[in-house]
């Protein structure tokens, strides 16, 4: 299933004619013989896809990323088709909305060929983010400011809750109809009530009940608790402090994923790990909890190096992507890795070359 295998059924095609044949020009066609090797590699190929599908479907430890910078057109870096075949998911950082044809073509390739989820991604701290239209001149032009028109445009009211809950059923279906609009596979909440932001925000969906409730209604339509079947097919995640949420809202989630930047130990995933399983242990044991934490790197920093020095268990010291595909809680299974601008990986040589490695610790290839 790697290159060398398909370009060996081009090599056989070509030994099984004699010495002899090649001398006899008249008795036999090369373009034929080109033919029907074009033909085996790409039986070759078609079934190669077919099994990576399957492969993808089969329980293993999973390989995320947010891809920055997405275009699906020249270069190679920028497309989610040129990926290490195996990755399994991928969120969308820089937006989900008005795809291109290209994105769309390159989006609907890598899902059909190669199995691979892409989810719908939100830094979330306002009401709109990533799907509010543009703000009309007439708006501007009676003075109204980025914020009012928002509010308005959802129907969020400051002061009156009910109507404020109105405006989150209405944003979070909006998303799900936008997931669904482009075959989407899900959502990832980015989750940073408490972490210190470089621009200003009042955090307006972290108060009181109203992020619990945008779950909620997005939970109906897409995750675990989704009504439909088709609904639970399509994955619901929290990235970055997962912790906030109650323990009733864990069975919301497929996965937990953990900003483990700069992680320098397996001590320090474990605590991490814990941190997480305090929150969520009434209703998920250890295990659970485990097998739904996916840890990750800073790629935007640190794809030059794979991350920072990370000290095994066993004192070894390794760079703390590859750490982190090692790494197994103590009694339990990790769900996966993952990587910040995974797109940066690209540059390495080889071209994706700590992915790579870690698809080949977590799931070494069978020989």
């Not at 703000?135 to 002061?159: C, F, I, L």
Request: net charge negative; aromatic share 12%; proline share 4%.
């Amino acid at each position: 299933m790697k290159k060398y295998v398909i370009f060996s059924f081009l090599l056989m095609a070509l030994l099984s004619v004699g010495c002899s044949d090649w001398t006899e020009v008249e008795n036999k066609n090369i373009d034929k013989l080109l033919v029907d090797a074009d033909s085996t590699l790409s039986i070759a190929h078609k079934n190669y896809l077919a099994n990576l599908r399957a492969y993808k479907q089969t329980e293993h430890q999973l390989t995320f990323g947010w891809f920055g910078g997405w275009t699906g057109e020249s270069p190679a870096s920028r497309c989610l088709y040129s990926l290490p075949d195996s990755t399994d998911v991928v969120s969308l950082w820089d937006g989900f909305i008005s795809l291109t044809p290209a994105m769309l073509a390159d989006l609907k390739r890598t899902k059909e060929e190669k199995g691979l989820r892409v989810l719908a991604c939100s830094l979330l701290f306002e009401i709109g983010k990533n799907i509010t239209p543009a703000q009309p001149q007439s708006s501007k032009d009676k003075g109204e400011s980025w914020a009012d028109y928002n509010h308005a445009y959802w129907g969020w009211v400051d002061g009156d809750e009910e109507a404020i809950s109105k405006a989150i059923v209405k944003y979070a279906n909006a998303i799900c109809d936008t997931i669904d609009k482009y075959a989407l596979d899900g959502y990832d909440l980015d989750a940073e009530p408490t972490v210190p932001q470089p621009f200003q925000t009042n955090k307006e969906m972290w108060q009181n009940d109203r992020m619990n409730l945008f779950v909620r209604t997005m939970g109906k339509r897409i995750g675990p608790m989704a009504e439909t079947e088709a609904g639970r097919k399509k994955w619901l995640v929290v990235d970055g402090q997962p912790e906030w949420f109650s323990a009733e809202m864990a069975l919301y989630f497929n996965y937990y994923i953990l900003q483990a930047y700069s992680s320098t130990s397996y001590s320090d995933l474990d605590s991490r790990l814990n941190r997480v399983f305090g929150k969520f242990k009434t209703k998920q044991t250890f295990e659970e909890v485990a097998k739904k934490i996916i840890v990750t790197e800073n790629f935007e920093a640190y794809s030059g190096t794979g991350g920072v020095t990370h000290k095994t268990r066993d004192g070894q010291s390794v760079p703390s992507y590859i750490g982190m595909a090692m790494w197994e809680p103590n009694g339990a299974h990790k769900a996966g890795i993952g990587s910040y601008h995974m797109e940066k990986d690209y540059a390495a040589n080889p071209i994706y070359k700590y992915l790579r490695q870690g698809i080949q610790i977590m799931n070494p290839a069978v020989k």
